[in-house]
C-alpha cells in the first residue's frame, strides 16, 4: 500500500483514505433479511468488544465500539453473507454505522446512522491503520480445541472417580468427613452402622445408571473441534507451498529442499478428520431382560476421538516440516531475521533430531516424542505440563 512511515503526511492521507471507504463500504455487506432482534446484535457486538483488543484496534474504533454499545445505538445488520469465521459482513454493516453510514436503531428507534448518531451525542470516527480488519477478523480455531481437550480430559477424570453403577455404596463414609455429605439431600441416604450392618456405615446413593453420555459427548465435541482446526492447518501447508505467498520457491534457494514429495497427504489427512466428525447417531435396544435399553457407543467414540488424534499428529507433522523449511530459507535470505523464542526453539529442537531433507514420518514421530517442556522451559507450568 505505501513505503516509510505511516505517519507521514502522504501516507496518513492514504490510510485514512482508504480506511473510510472500506468503512462505508460495510453498508452493502451481507444480504437479509435482517437480524429482527437487537439483543443479538449488541451480544455481538459485546463479543467483538472483548476480542478485538488482540487485534490492535485504533483508540478510536475501541471508544467508539463501547459508546455504541453504552448509548444504545445499535446498527441495522443482515443475518447471511458471512461464513462463520469473522463474521464480515455482520461487523462490516457496524462499521458503516461508525461512519455515518446505513441505519441503526436508537433506543429502539430505526433511523438513519448519521441521525441515529447525533441523538447518542456520538461524532463518526475516522479509523486508521488496520481499523478494518481489528474490526471484522477473529480466528480462535486452535484455542477451540485447546478448550475442547481440557472439557474432556475433566470428563474422564470425573468418570474415574466416580460410579455411574446404580445404586452407588459407598462404605465407612459419614457426614463428618465433609459438608456435602452431612446436607439433607445426602443424609437421605445415609445408613448408621448397628447390628444387621455389621457395624458398618455408609450412604447408599442412585446415580446414573450405567450412563457415560457426559463422557461420550465430550468425545466427539473434541473430535470436532480437531477437524475444525486440521483444516486450517491443511491450508497453512498448502499456501506455504504457493509462490504467491510466499514470494519465492523453497527450491530457488535450498536447491532440493523439498526431499519429500507428499503431494496431496494434507489434504486426505484432513479429510480423513473430518470424516471422523460426524456424531454417532443415538440408539438404544432394550437388550437383558429390557433394562439395557440406552447405548452410549462410546467405544466407538473412542475409537473416532484416537484415530483423530493419531492423523492429527501426522497431519502437524506435514505442518512442521513445511514451517521448519521456510525459516531455514528465510534465515538464508537474511542470517538476521529473528522469529520468536518459542518458534526458534521448537524449530531448533527439531532440526537437531530432523534434518533437513528428512521425509514426513520422521517430523509426525518428532512431535509425539518431544513435549515443548523438553526444548522450551519458559513456558508457564499449565502448558509445560499438558499432554
Known amino acids: 500500500m505505501f513505503e516509510g512511515d505511516p505517519m507521514s503526511p502522504a501516507n496518513r492521507a492514504l490510510i485514512e483514505k482508504t480506511q473510510i471507504a472500506r468503512f462505508r463500504g460495510g453498508s452493502r455487506w451481507g444480504t437479509g433479511p435482517e437480524v429482527n432482534d437487537e439483543e443479538v446484535v449488541r451480544a455481538m457486538m459485546v463479543v467483538r468488544a472483548n476480542a478485538m483488543i488482540y487485534n490492535a484496534p485504533s483508540p478510536q474504533l475501541s471508544q467508539m465500539l463501547l459508546d455504541l454499545l453504552n448509548r444504545r445505538v445499535t446498527p441495522v445488520v443482515q443475518s447471511r453473507g ?6 464480515l459482513a455482520q461487523l462490516g454493516n457496524v462499521g458503516a454505522a461508525m461512519v455515518d453510514v446505513g441505519d441503526a436503531y436508537y433506543r429502539g428507534v430505526r433511523m438513519p446512522a448519521d441521525q441515529a448518531l447525533k441523538r447518542s451525542g456520538l461524532a463518526p470516527i475516522q479509523p486508521f ?23 474432556l480430559r475433566d470428563a474422564v477424570v470425573l468418570q474415574a472417580n466416580s460410579s455411574d453403577h446404580n445404586p452407588a455404596i459407598s462404605v465407612s463414609l459419614g457426614p463428618t468427613d465433609s459438608w456435602e455429605l452431612a446436607t439433607p439431600q445426602m443424609m437421605r441416604f445415609y445408613v448408621k452402622g448397628g447390628v444387621l450392618s455389621h457395624g458398618q456405615h455408609g450412604y447408599i446413593v442412585s446415580n446414573a445408571n450405567w450412563d457415560p453420555y457426559p463422557l461420550a459427548n465430550k468425545l ?18 498448502e499456501r506455504f507451498r504457493n509462490t504467491f505467498f510466499t514470494g519465492v520457491a523453497a527450491e530457488s534457494v535450498i536447491p532440493g529442499a523439498r526431499a519429500d514429495f507428499y503431494g496431496y497427504a494434507p489434504v486426505d489427512l484432513q479429510q480423513e478428520v473430518a470424516g471422523l466428525m460426524n456424531p454417532v447417531a443415538p440408539f438404544g435396544s432394550a437388550i437383558v431382560g429390557t433394562v439395557e435399553d440406552l ?8 475409537q473416532h476421538a484416537r484415530q483423530a488424534v493419531d492423523t492429527t499428529f501426522d497431519l502437524l507433522g506435514f505442518d512442521l516440516l513445511e514451517g521448519s523449511m521456510w525459516i531455514d530459507v528465510r534465515k538464508i535470505q537474511d542470517a538476521r531475521r529473528q522469529f520468536g523464542p518459542v518458534p526458534t526453539a521448537a524449530w531448533a529442537a527439531y532440526r537437531k533430531a530432523v534434518p533437513l531433507g528428512s521425509v514426513a514420518a520422521a517430523t509426525a514421530d518428532f512431535l509425539r516424542n518431544m513435549p515443548a517442556a523438553m526444548f522450551f522451559r519458559d513456558l508457564p507450568p499449565a502448558a509445560a505440563n499438558a499432554p
Do not use: Y
Request: aromatic fraction near 6%; hydrophobic fraction near 55%.
Open 82 to 87: 458471512t461464513l462463520g469465521e469473522g463474521d
Open 295 to 302: 447405548q452410549a457407543q462410546t467405544r466407538i467414540k473412542v
Open 129 to 151: 491503520a488496520a481499523d478494518d480488519n481489528a474490526l471484522t477478523s477473529t480466528s480462535i480455531r486452535q484455542a477451540s480445541a485447546w478448550e475442547a481437550w481440557a472439557v
Open 220 to 237: 466427539e465435541d473434541f473430535v470436532i473441534a480437531l477437524a475444525n482446526m486440521d483444516v486450517a492447518v491443511m491450508l497453512r501447508i
